[in-house]
């Protein structure tokens, strides 16, 4: 059977090994080439076993891909993005220079699968979400699409990853003595970059909310668990009601009779979800628990997820359930 080559730009950092790994694995596609300016040259093996050879980016064959990842840093990859489309690719670019909320946005489609998919299999451009709003916003959407959340009302979210969600890159705060038996909560007072991009989508929907949002580093290699404080505009009878209808026929989201676990969901490229009402307090009040994969589902797998659509492919190819 004839694969569709593709090629991955930031190959060496967590999200760029991830895709590598899986387009490797994948039934319909091939490897065309990976790059990663500081290893290139370098051979790396991949998880399932399979090696890649790096080259620079600047050597990169953009021409011989039918579609381009871009794992380049932020600030970086648009650059790369352009290249990628002048030479004929279609790209799904991982880093935050053209998602909503962002300065360049410029209407490029969202890819948040689950919520854009229509936008997704024809766009040339998909800007794939960070890992955080990943989590928050399949947690909100069946609520934002009906018009529950209070006016007015404050939808706190704590949320924490762990340590591959900060990059490759050493830095003292992340070394293991710093980080195992640890705990703590990082970009607080409402100021991390993720922010934006959740209140984009949230406004995309009317919402008169405000989100006050509070990341914090586990001491694990990966996986996300949101837990979200929302007021709504009356208490429902069936708490899970909403989330059991939207996403009845989705794939790659899970409803959980019980709180999700990171365990769940590592290395899978599911979302896990489960609500509650929230008791003693005046205002009917929801809380929302969502569980990712953040390599997975909060990046590579949902960009998997996202190039797809956009060849014509089974959503579910490759990916791992």
Same mark, same amino acid.
């Given at each position: ?11 060496? $950092? ?37 090696? +890649?050879?790096?080259?620079?980016? %600047?050597?990169?064959?953009? /021409?011989?891909?039918?579609? +381009? ?29 053209? @998602?909503? /909320?962002?300065?360049?946005?410029? /209407? ?6 689950? &919520?854009?998919?229509?936008?997704? @299999?024809?766009?040339?451009? *998909?800007?794939?979400? /960070?890992?955080?709003?990943?989590? *928050? ?9 009906? $018009? ?29 003595? %710093? ?19 959740? @209140? ?25 668990? &949101? ?22 026929? %989705?794939?790659? *989201? ?20 489960? +609500? ?19 390599? *997975? ?20 190819? $490759?990916?791992?359930?």
């Amino acid at each position: 059977m004839h694969k569709i080559p593709i090629g991955v730009l930031g190959a060496s $950092g967590y999200a760029g090994r991830e895709l590598c790994g899986l387009v490797s694995g994948h039934p319909r596609l091939e490897l065309a080439f990976a790059t990663a300016n500081a290893q290139s040259g370098t051979t790396a093996e991949l998880r399932g076993g399979q090696r +890649v050879t790096f080259v620079s980016t %600047e050597d990169a064959p953009l /021409g011989d891909a039918a579609l +381009v990842f871009s794992s380049l840093p932020h600030g970086a990859s648009k650059e790369w993005v352009n290249r990628s489309v002048a030479a004929g690719a279609r790209v799904v670019d991982l880093s935050n220079d053209l @998602r909503i /909320g962002s300065d360049s946005a410029s /209407g490029i489609p969202y890819g948040l699968t689950e &919520a854009r998919r229509d936008q997704i @299999r024809d766009a040339t451009v *998909v800007a794939n979400p /960070g890992c955080y709003p990943t989590a *928050v916003l399949l947690g909100l959407l069946p609520l934002l699409e009906r $018009g529950l959340l209070a006016p007015g009302a404050t939808v706190s979210i704590s949320a924490a990853s762990g340590v591959t969600g900060a990059g490759l890159a050493p830095r003292l705060d992340l070394l293991f003595g %710093e980080v195992t038996e640890n705990f703590r909560a990082y970009g607080a007072g409402n100021t991390h970059r993720h922010t934006n991009e959740m @209140r984009a989508m949230v406004a995309e929907f009317g919402a008169d909310v405000d989100l006050l949002f509070t990341p914090h580093l586990l001491p694990v290699a990966r996986g996300i668990l &949101a837990t979200m404080s929302v007021p709504l505009t009356g208490a429902l009878s069936d708490a899970m009601e909403p989330w059991r209808s939207r996403y009845a026929n %989705e794939p790659f *989201v899970e409803l959980s009779d019980a709180l999700p676990e990171l365990r769940q969901v590592a290395y899978r490229n599911v979302a896990r979800i489960h +609500v509650l009402p929230a008791e003693h307090v005046r205002t009917p009040t929801l809380l929302v628990f969502s569980a990712i994969d953040n390599l *997975v589902k909060g990046a590579a797998g949902q960009a998997l997820q996202n190039a797809n659509l956009m060849l014509g492919l089974d959503e579910r190819a $490759g990916l791992p359930l």
